[in-house]
């Protein structure tokens, strides 16, 4: 790539770069060779701080409390404004969570109710996935560390 370069920059700017001298070295292509002989040790810390960087461990606590308050509150100003907006008929489609949460109605207590329910099913929900998602995280780093350590004990069979 450096001999391109060079070529490049001799035509457009007009400079006289020694073309055959790039990388001309007898002990060019040892250097390389030798920089490239991986330990496992290094390829699996190499992995892991790769995945740490790009696959945070989520906080299952706070996201659950997160995706629980916002769902409870969510629930809580839907139902207000349904009560507040009146009509003859109030909240038909919503009054269907009264199957899934006892004592809900679209009330002003019921509200309040569905503020608690919402919190709940929203606190599990958010726990849950920051679960597996944490659990799948750490499957695919373990995957991922077994075919880099197959692959250097590989190049060591190779070497050999």
């Known amino acids: 790539m450096l001999t391109g370069m060079m070529a490049v920059r001799n035509v457009i700017l007009g400079e006289k770069n020694d073309l055959w001298n790039v990388n001309a070295d007898q002990e060019y292509q040892e250097e390389i060779r030798e920089k490239t002989q991986l330990q496992p040790q290094i390829v699996t810390e190499a992995v892991k701080e790769a995945f740490a960087k790009a696959f945070p461990k989520l906080d299952r606590l706070a996201f659950g409390l997160s995706i629980g308050t916002v769902a409870g509150l969510l629930l809580f ?3 207000v404004i349904l ?3 009146g009509g003859a008929v109030v909240g038909p489609t919503l009054q269907l969570l009264q199957n899934y949460f006892p004592g809900y ?17 929203g606190f ?3 726990w849950g996935f920051a679960f ?16 880099a350590e197959r692959q250097v004990l590989r190049q060591l069979l190779e070497y050999f």
Not at 105 to 121: E, H, I, N, R
Not at 132 to 147: G, H, K, S
Request: hydrophobic share 50%.
């Open 105 to 121: 109605t679209v009330t002003l207590p019921g509200s309040l109710l569905g503020l608690a329910y919402g919190f709940v099913t």
């Open 124 to 126: 599990i929900g958010g």
């Open 77 to 79: 100003v839907i139902t």
């Open 83 to 85: 009560v507040l907006k």
């Open 132 to 147: 597996l998602r944490n659990a799948t995280v750490f499957l695919d780093m373990a995957v991922v560390r077994r075919r």
